[in-house]
């Protein structure tokens, strides 16, 4: 027998109905952008909305990749990823540590110093002179080297190593463990959450990166995948790009199938990186978002 009461029914029928509304709108985006992507061009052109397309195509995607110089730039876009997420945690990691116990001489005036970076920042023009001064231009290191360390992510970091126990690191001292032994054999291992969230951050950086390459790299071949797709989104709607790199006698097909193709083509490889990461996401930004 359910004791429930009409009230609480319709209370429960009224927050069902708004979630679902919710989740409809974040979810019809998202499926307006794979159909369009996977739809006619007589379809686009003649409905305009479609959220299940009739007949299936792969024209957009034939027309992203009709130039060797994509698969070339993915491989760029994957490696600089990767090496930049793994140095980013490298320096990340070893910079919080150390900062993380109060008795560091210097310790507040690198923290302010760190703060500060936050508050303040030099700007494009400054920047790009510091590049250009220590000889990166034209060159992988112009994408990594600047932002190696974020100080709102060595902040959290910092704050999640507050919390690990005292005892940890003094019985591995009585063991004989060294400061660097204790940080990847103690602490590196008890901070898997937030150190798989923070690389989540900085990979997810790296990838959507393009206005950095468009300003330190004049090579196109060395452009990542970000600034060909921004490329061809250009052509497509008739601006100005480099189209030498494609195939002239294949007919483009609409700007609209090409924009959606290009978003699935730059989403898809990075999204399939979150499952892997998704158990230690959540736990991973609370515990090191407050402190103990």
Partial sequence: MNDRSWGNRLFDGVNILLLVLVAAV?????IYIISVSFATPQEVLRKGFILFPTTFSLEGYKYIFSSNIIISSLAVTIGLTVVGTVSNLFFTVLMS???ARRDLDGRKIIMWMLIFTMIFNGGMIPTFLVVK???MLDSYASLIVPGLISAFNLIVIMNFFQQLPDGLEESAKIDGCNDLGILFRIVLPLSMPVIATFSLFYAVN???????A????????KWPIQ???????IL?????GDSTQFDETYIAPPPEIIKMAVIVVSTVPILLVYPFLQKHFAKGVLLGS???
């Fill in 133 to 135: 001064a220590f000889g």
């Fill in 290 to 292: 407050v402190k103990g």
């Fill in 206 to 212: 790296h990838w959507n990166s393009f206005f950095n």
């Fill in 97 to 99: 540590y150390p900062l």
């Fill in 26 to 30: 974040a979810i019809i985006p998202f």
């Fill in 236 to 240: 497509a709607q008739g601006g100005i």
């Fill in 214 to 221: 468009i300003l330190y790299i004049n090579d196109a071949h």
């Fill in 227 to 233: 600034v060909w797709l921004r490329q061809i989104v």
